[in-house]
């Protein structure tokens, strides 16, 4: 019989198992002799008092293996045959997930993608970083993988109403991961590893009889009273299909003016926008473990912080401990930055974003209204950002305690930003009630985290493609657009999602909802 039992030790005891099997026995208040088997299952880092602790919860049986509950999970895919056409309009998460469910079912994905494969896409990355050219269809948004490819990779979810999680992290190990993902709090792969992932669930889809297209951009829609019959590719070529899903990430700005322009319903959706913080990832490490330098079996440390600020909050978001800091425009003439990690975190640098949630309400009143208001001022900021800077990706930047203090007196602490940062006033150039809102966030973030606020971060601007800013709306239970019935909205683009894990689980469960139809007739 499994029983299960939670342990906690420290960071240099992680490997060793005698001392681990004596804490087990000690929890089950059994004899030190006794015979057991163990299996880990969950891992997570307890450093809210002086010392730092793993917390770890095993599997234990005294006749047998333990069997963890991913096991249990049998996935198999079965050749399309003549199944009914999903066209999946978007190579992310939630379209290649969705991809995988509808070979599972037997279903035919057909998915379309802007952007190119995830090793052609490294050299437009490549060219925006060192040369600041933006290819508007395969950068760190578009391209075989979506957004989430290069940015840092985080696997967890803070939604419970989904579905398991659990499936989609071991189709992950099944294609390349490694199992450490099913058991940590926080699971991360990194940017480096997911290209391979990525390449081999492309590699499943098609040897089920699925298709992935590169360079095929959705121009169109092809509509016949409430059903959608076809997309336009590229201004020429017609996709038929018997469903259609709409994948295209929180980036396709020019999808959203598409379905306008043909009537559909929409609706403008909360965002959030702020800058990109960086400091020493040995200061992060000393603030959050009480230590320097940082114990070998502890990763770099992260941080997660939120307050409200004026009804509005202001908070972390995708925080990249030994990470970058990457140019995540998608269009010429426009800042936009993001962060990433890599699979070991090495980087010298934590950074992560600090942003505030922006409402319709609060920007009607400055001259964005309307159903793209919200949209239009997220592009109105990252323009403005880039006309006051010299024609590059560089981005603007300024010291942290000047950010604060609205100067620009201190220099700049050295940046892991490729194209490179230059001092700017920040507070200027940011609107008023953003600034003001992070300003004061940050301030009490300082009596939270002592040591974070710092003359040795830096703050560069700007982070703002947090999530949607317009949401394609859904029937909840039937998961179509209202005015469509087998056109369905999903994952981040369509404002269902915020990150690789909720896209992914957003992309079954429309591909689920798919099959069901399919399978009743």
């Not at 992680?14 to 057991?36: E, H, T, Y």
């Not at 098609?206 to 509509?223: A, I, L, M, N």
């Not at 401990?321 to 975190?345: D, F, H, Q, W, Y």
Request: hydrophobic share 35%; net charge neutral; glycine share 10%.
């Amino acid at each position: 019989m499994e029983i299960t039992a939670d342990i906690r030790i420290r960071p240099a005891d992680l490997n060793d198992n005698d001392k681990i099997r004596v804490k087990i026995a000690r929890k089950l208040k059994w004899s030190p002799g006794k015979s057991f088997y163990f299996t880990l299952v969950k891992k997570s880092i307890d450093a809210r008092k002086q010392e730092v602790f793993y917390l770890l919860r095993y599997l234990v049986d005294t006749e047998k293996e333990p069997n963890p509950t991913h096991k249990e999970i049998e996935i198999g895919y079965k050749q399309s045959g003549q199944g009914q056409t999903v066209v999946i309009v978007g190579a992310g998460p939630a379209g290649y997930f969705a991809a995988l469910e509808c070979v599972e079912h037997g279903l035919k994905p057909i998915v379309l993608e802007r952007g190119k494969d995830v090793r052609e896409r490294r050299r437009d990355l490549r060219a925006i970083q060192q040369f600041s050219e933006v290819n508007p269809d395969s950068n760190y948004c578009f391209g075989e993988g979506g957004a989430g490819t290069y940015s840092d990779g985080k696997l967890y979810t803070r939604s419970k109403k989904r579905g398991s999680y659990i499936k989609v992290l071991k189709i992950l190990v099944d294609h390349g991961a490694k199992s450490d993902i099913l058991i940590d709090a926080h699971p991360h792969i990194g940017s480096n590893k997911l290209p391979h992932i990525i390449s081999s669930i492309r590699a499943t889809i098609e040897k089920y009889g699925g298709e992935v297209r590169f360079g095929t951009k959705v121009t169109d829609f092809v509509f016949n009273e409430k059903k959608c019959e076809a997309v336009i590719v590229n201004d020429q070529d017609e996709v038929k299909g018997d469903h259609f899903i709409l994948a295209t990430g929180h980036s396709a700005r020019d999808i959203y003016h598409m379905l306008h322009s043909r009537g559909l319903a929409l609706e403008p959706k909360p965002f959030a926008l702020g800058v990109r913080i960086e400091h020493p990832q040995a200061l992060i490490d000393e603030i959050q473990y009480n230590q320097f330098p940082r114990e070998e079996n502890l990763p770099p440390a992260a941080y997660k912080l939120v307050c409200q600020v004026k009804d509005r909050g202001v908070f972390s978001f995708c925080m990249c401990p030994g990470g970058l800091i990457v140019p995540s425009a998608t269009s010429p003439g426009e800042i936009v930055v993001n962060g990433m990690s890599l699979s070991k975190r090495d980087s010298p640098f934590a950074n992560s974003g600090i942003v505030t949630a922006v409402e319709s309400e609060e920007l009607k009143h400055i001259g964005f209204d309307g159903l793209f208001g919200n949209m239009n001022f997220q592009a109105e900021v990252e323009q403005s950002l880039f006309k006051h800077g010299d024609g590059s990706q560089k981005a603007p930047a300024q010291n942290m305690i000047d950010f604060v203090n609205g100067k620009t007196m201190l220099e700049l602490n050295e940046c892991s930003y490729i194209p490179g940062i230059y001092r700017a006033p920040l507070h200027e150039l940011l609107p008023g009630f953003i600034y003001e809102r992070l300003k004061d966030g940050l301030l009490r973030f300082s009596h939270r985290m002592k040591g974070y606020y710092t003359d040795q971060a830096n703050v560069v601007a700007v982070e703002s493609r947090t999530s949607s800013p317009v949401r394609i709306p859904r029937d909840k239970i039937n998961l179509h657009h209202p005015d469509i019935f087998n056109l369905y909205p999903c994952g981040e683009g369509a404002g269902y999602a915020g990150g690789i894990l909720s896209a992914a689980m957003d992309g079954q469960k429309i591909a689920g909802y798919i099959h069901s139809l399919t399978d009743r007739s």
